[in-house]
Nanobody, 117 residues
Framework: QVQLVESGGGLVQPGGSLRLSCAASGFTVSSSFMSWYRQAPGKEREVVATITSAGGITNYADSVKGRFTISRDNAKNTVYLQMNSLKPEDTAVYYC??????????WGQGTQVTVST
């Protein structure tokens, strides 16, 4: 069955780093359009980063460009979000999503990232 499981969230100080993981099963991430979203309390969901199935082309929200990196490990069937120079405004629940013609759109359960002193 199609499943996405996020992990790696937690509490970090401003300027710190976290690496989020999105472990996929039931499909291959290399054949899917993968995205990271986040949603802060009282705010709308926003796209943070994306990576295409063919070519691995990446795109980022302006707010995280230069600080975050999306990548995938095809052997592990896992997508990552490396987050550096974290700011309090990065605090949110981060979600992994996948899309392909075969499976449609799928979402993980989310992982909490809190940036605070």
């Amino acid at each position: 069955q199609v499943q996405l499981v996020e992990s790696g969230g937690g509490l970090v100080q401003p300027g710190g780093s976290l690496r989020l993981s999105c472990a996929a099963s039931g499909f291959t991430v290399s054949s899917s359009f993968m995205s990271w979203y986040r949603q802060a309390p009282g705010k709308e969901r926003e796209v943070v980063a994306t990576i295409t199935s063919a070519g691995g082309i990446t795109n980022y929200a302006d707010s995280v460009k230069g600080r975050f990196t999306i990548s995938r490990d095809n052997a592990k069937n896992t997508v990552y979000l490396q987050m550096n120079s974290l700011k309090p405004e990065d605090t949110a629940v981060y979600y992994c999503s996948a899309y392909s013609l075969r499976i449609g759109n799928s979402w993980g359960q989310g992982t909490q990232v809190t940036v605070s002193t």
